[in-house]
């Protein structure tokens, strides 16, 4: 077999004339004004243009349908669908055609035309909710003329072969899909363009061998444009390989079209379902991908309110299952903050490649560092470092999506690394690889080149750092933290002002609410429960006085330079009103200050988790936090960071909770630029000066 990375890299052909018949389409859009808002011009356009498709193709056997069904109503399926040559089939005697042989009947036999076709067109028509569109189109005296136009458009596979009308499907629904709803399905092709050629440059040979049959899976597929891309460029290879394709998509219209580009396409629609990717058992659970290919909804609920029903308790029982197994079963290693479900769709993806699998899934930044070290999102990220799955990650310009303008990244996933990329993670800035769109497609104003395309396959493949290149150890974003106190040192007061601080302990201030107080006394009748919070208040507030009248008993100008005697002073003053000792603690604390000069604290006590070896006892509103990379030896961390600015600290280090994984990638690219200097801007502002003064006498003399 020849090397097919020589053929890389791969574009769509531009030589695919397909103007003549979506500019037909597009005019006939123009029949809907009046009855549809532009925006809504797809819900006729895009089922109308799939059935014109569909029935070109049935025409040449549909008499001989029509009979077999007539003799027997109840022929099997199969049997159908073999003598209509596809694997969908109409079994009603009408046409697009010769429907408009009856103008008064028009709706009403359109309906019957419609109820002919077998299950897999019906599901389509269904999820494009096109019978609704039926009805208004007829109330709006339309419905002739949309049947009758598209009729005259030749849409049969002896004119128009499956990849030219994959093309054409592709562009319709990127026209009727420009407006608010563009992007929440729509990936730009120039954009999978380069996905695919990033799978395709490092992929195993073994892949393409005779008679392999390679499997491509979009977990959140939309309109499936990723994966009929994908499959374009692959047959470009001429490998000898067979490609099937595996589509998942949970919104009923996005579904029904996806469906339909299948059906356009003569692809095997079954392994195009529609499912939720995170809730409902996998559809393909035999198959193990090629490759993965995907741009999963940005920002979108896995849990909590805004969730999806079913979703969250699916997505926990799946991480519970993959927690019991030791990652045998399940996807899920962890789970991300419920606002945002794109780390799960990774892990999908993840779990469903095959050993020499590859994948290539789109992200916004958040991905990359959201979330604490103890996070869900750092343990999804540890989990792909250590096992490491992530071979680089490209970042792109913003305004290339049609609905938002956010910078977007391209994560490249290979369960099998070549032996120069084992542990190695790179890191190609291609933020300024654009070209500007002569016309703004909603927030798109951007796309890539051929030429742009090129050289960031180029960066990839050669695998050297330069300004675009960056390649890290895996290592490099594997981090411990540790947590950082000083010793208790603290000198207490007790005097007016420390005791109005005291004030604002919690246990203190819960005793009595002003507000609420009022509240209740102005209430009448109260119920049984109100009255009894009034009884409480008006103890609380009895006990509150006791508590700051009996320290007031103690105000003094001398302070108390340990803090444990401080803790037994305040006890004392206290005497017999009920204190818990740690709201003794908490009291003492807000009537004090950490003091460098005050006695050190310390206990023969070994098994309290704030004290070391020496018995010194660690201040807790000292806490703080310290990030050290695995790659550096925390002692010298500390001695260049820390030691220099608080010489007595001490750092812990839990090895439950103390792991994690952060990915800054703006921070490798960072270039700083200085200012510009004082003299500079001061000459700017004498120049501003002068300009505003001539403007003004200008104005004096108009």
């Known amino acids: 077999m020849s090397n097919f990375k020589e053929k890389l890299p791969l574009f769509q052909s531009n030589d695919v004339q397909i103007s003549n018949v979506v500019n037909a389409v597009w005019s006939i859009a123009n029949t809907l004004r009046g009855a549809y808002r532009a925006d809504k011009y797809r819900d006729v356009i895009i089922p109308m243009f799939v059935l014109t498709r569909l029935e070109a193709a049935l025409l040449p056997t549909k008499d001989e349908v029509v009979a077999l069904y007539k003799s027997n109503p109840n022929t099997p399926e199969k049997v159908l669908e073999n003598k209509s040559g596809y694997k969908y089939y109409n079994t009603s005697s009408f046409t697009l055609e010769n429907l408009q042989n009856d103008p008064n009947a028009i709706e009403e036999n359109f309906i019957a035309y419609l109820d002919g076709y077998s299950c897999r067109v019906k599901d389509i028509i269904e999820n494009l909710k096109f ?59 120039e954009v999978i363009a380069l996905m695919v050629n990033l799978l395709l440059i490092e992929a195993d040979e073994e892949l393409f061998v005779d008679k392999k049959e390679l499997k491509i899976l979009d977990m959140a597929a939309g309109t499936g444009g990723m994966l009929a891309t994908a499959k374009s460029y692959i047959r470009k290879l001429d490998t000898g390989a067979t490609v099937r394709l595996f589509g998942q998509e949970v919104l009923p219209e996005t579904f029904g079209i996806g469906q339909a580009d299948m059906l356009i396409r003569q692809e095997d629609s079954d392994y195009f379902v529609k499912t939720d990717t995170l809730k409902d058992p996998d559809p393909f659970p035999d198959k193990k991908m090629s490759f993965v290919i995907a741009n999963p909804p940005f920002g979108q609920s896995w849990g909590g309110k ?48 095959e050993e020499n699998g590859r994948a290539a899934i789109i992200s916004n930044g958040s991905p990359l560092f959201s979330g604490g070290t103890s996070s869900g999102e750092s343990q999804i990220r540890r989990y792909i470092l250590e096992n490491d799955l992530l071979e680089a990650i490209i970042a792109l310009p913003g305004q290339f999506f049609y609905n938002t303008g956010i910078g977007i990244y391209i994560w490249i996933y290979n369960k099998n690394k070549s032996p120069e990329r084992q542990n190695k993670v790179q890191f190609i800035d291609a933020t300024e690889e654009f070209v500007p769109l002569r016309k703004s497609l909603g927030q798109k104003r951007r796309e890539l080149s ?35 106190m000083q010793p208790l040192q603290r000198r207490g007061w007790i005097t007016e002002e420390t005791i109005e601080k005291a004030k604002s302990v919690p246990f203190l201030a819960k005793l009595f609410d002003e507000y609420q107080y009022q509240e209740l006394l102005e209430m009448e009748p109260r119920s049984a429960k109100d009255e009894k919070k009034l009884h409480d208040f008006e103890a609380g507030k009895a006990k509150q006085e006791a508590i700051l009248d009996a320290l007031r008993g103690g105000i003094t100008d001398d302070s108390y330079p340990n803090f444990e005697s401080f803790v037994q002073v305040i006890k004392d003053l206290l005497g017999d009103i009920k204190v818990t000792p740690a709201n003794i603690n908490a009291l003492a604390l807000a009537m004090s200050e950490m003091d460098k000069t005050a006695e050190v604290i310390r206990t023969k006590k070994k098994d309290k988790p704030n004290e070391i070896a020496g018995g010194i006892v660690y201040d807790k509103t000292t806490k703080d936090s310290e990030i050290v990379k695995l790659t550096e030896d925390v002692e010298d961390y500390f001695a260049r960071e820390v030691y220099p600015h608080v010489p007595d600290a001490h750092y812990w280090f839990d090895e439950e909770k103390g792991y994690g994984a952060e990915i800054p990638f703006t921070r490798y690219f960072y270039k700083y630029q200085a200012p510009e200097s004082a003299e500079k801007l001061l000459e700017e502002f004498y120049d501003l000066e002068a300009e505003l003064q001539t403007f003004l006498e200008e104005l004096k003399h108009d």
Do not use: C
């Open 450 to 484: 051929q030429d742009n395309i090129r050289h960031i396959l180029k960066w990839y493949d050669d695998f050297k750092e330069n300004d675009h290149v960056k390649i890290f150890d895996k290592e490099e974003f594997l981090y411990r933290e540790y947590t950082v």
């Open 306 to 353: 805004d969730a999806d029903d079913g979703v969250e308790d699916a997505v926990k029982r799946d991480h519970n299952l993959f927690e019991s197994t030791e990652g045998q079963q399940g996807r899920f290693v962890a789970t991300p903050g419920t606002g945002d479900a794109q780390l799960l769709f990774h892990l999908h993806g993840l779990a469903k490649l």
């Open 131 to 189: 019978k609704e569109q039926v009805r208004t189109l007829a109330q709006s005296g339309r419905l002739f003329t949309v049947i009758k136009k598209f009729s005259q458009i030749d849409l049969s596979p002896s004119s128009v072969d499956s990849m030219v009308m994959g093309y054409m499907f592709e562009d319709i629904i990127r026209r009727f899909s420009e407006n608010e709803e563009a992007g929440s399905h729509y990936t730009p092709r």
